[in-house]
């Protein structure tokens, strides 16, 4: 039984893998989708890019560390909004669940989007495998860390990443202001 085990791991990790590989001049670019928020408007995540970096937070009602992540969350999305960050927490709750979710975001004073993604769709562009899943995406659209499961602390190196993000895009500014002004 074990070994079929390992031969099985072995061979979806086989079927993954020339997904998973990129030169490096390739950029990993994120999908763009559009999905409805708590209030039943659309919203489109290319929309949001050219502002800032966009964090793309997976969840549902029933994960506790997707809960404790997005309250982390919170925090860091306060600090960093007025810089052009954007969180957008992508909730999977099904129908027997779903009336949860705007209670829950209410009750923990959560001021990011949430969007349904009742479908999946979402999830399967992303290859969203496990959750909490979190995707930090720069201005341009290139997705630059996304990491699954969430320990205290995490949000400390996505803050992190953040601020690299940011200071790359003010280091940018100044060069995006010149090519304009050359127009």
């Known amino acids: ?16 893998l020339p997904f ?3 030169s490096k001049e390739e950029k990993n670019t994120a999908p763009n989708f559009v999905a409805k928020n708590l ?12 502002s800032g970096p966009v964090l793309l937070s997976f969840w549902s009602t029933s994960c506790k560390p997707c809960i404790k992540e997005l309250s982390a969350l919170q925090k860091v999305y306060k600090k960093y909004k007025e810089k052009g960050f954007e969180i957008l927490a992508i909730d999977e709750d ?10 829950m975001v209410e009750g923990l004073k959560w001021e ?7 479908s999946k769709d979402i999830f ?33 190196v996505i803050k992190k990443k953040i601020e690299e993000l940011l200071d790359e895009q ?6 995006e202001e010149g090519e304009k002004s050359e127009k």
């Open 1 to 16: 039984m074990r070994t079929i085990f390992s031969k099985l791991i072995l061979f979806l990790f086989l079927l993954i």
């Open 20 to 22: 998973s590989v990129q």
């Open 39 to 50: 209030d039943g408007k659309k919203m489109e995540m290319k929309e949001l890019l050219g």
């Open 94 to 103: 099904g129908p027997r669940s779903i009336s949860k979710v705007r209670p």
């Open 112 to 118: 990011f989007p949430v969007l349904w993604d009742q």
């Open 124 to 156: 399967r562009k992303y290859h969203v495998l496990g959750i909490p899943h979190t995707v930090l995406i720069d201005k341009s659209g290139e997705i630059r860390y996304t990491h699954t499961t969430y320990r205290p602390g995490d949000e400390e």
């Open 170 to 175: 003010k280091e940018a500014s100044p060069e």
